[in-house]
């Protein structure tokens, strides 16, 4: 029991740790010539930010991105290559996962296949993002053959 009450204690700070860290990181990748879109809603140019803003104080872990290009390589390169992100599906775990959807029609049926799902969990946020830096690097790479 008392286990389960830290817990419960510390997830407030957790939360509001990994949603500093995805939106940091969401800023990041706006900058990313291999990311054609950013979608997480603390950002101005993300469907819904005016609602976000609001009606929430904070964000969280998971969000989205478009990359560039048309090219579904591209995207599977870069997922092959993170080493620190699992491939998943969450729902705001402790844990870094990435997940994309194939034949997704949204944003656009154009870019929908391109989309790319974060979340971002509790490890080093430096890791993290050197694993995302690289992991891009290897994307833009495929695409500029």
């Known amino acids: 029991m008392d286990l389960l009450r830290l817990q419960q204690q510390a997830q407030p700070q957790r939360l509001a740790h990994v949603g500093r860290v995805a939106e940091a990181f969401a800023r990041k990748l706006q900058n990313e010539a291999v990311v054609e879109r950013v979608l997480h ?3 101005p140019s993300c469907p819904g930010h005016a609602i976000w803003k609001r009606d ?18 591209a995207r599977d390169r ?23 959807y194939g034949n997704l029609k949204r944003p656009t049926p ?9 979340n971002v969990g ?24």
């Open 41 to 43: 809603p603390a950002l």
């Open 122 to 145: 509790l490890e080093d946020p430096l890791d993290l993002i050197e694993d995302l830096e690289q992991a891009l690097a290897a994307a833009n790479n495929h695409s500029s053959r």
């Open 56 to 73: 929430f104080k904070g964000s969280t872990g998971l969000f989205s991105f478009v990359l560039k290009g048309g090219d579904s390589t």
């Open 78 to 100: 870069l997922i092959d290559s993170l080493e620190l992100f699992g491939i998943g599906y969450s729902w705001g775990g402790a844990n870094s996962l990435v997940m994309t």
């Open 110 to 118: 154009q870019t929908g296949p391109l989309l790319v799902r974060l």
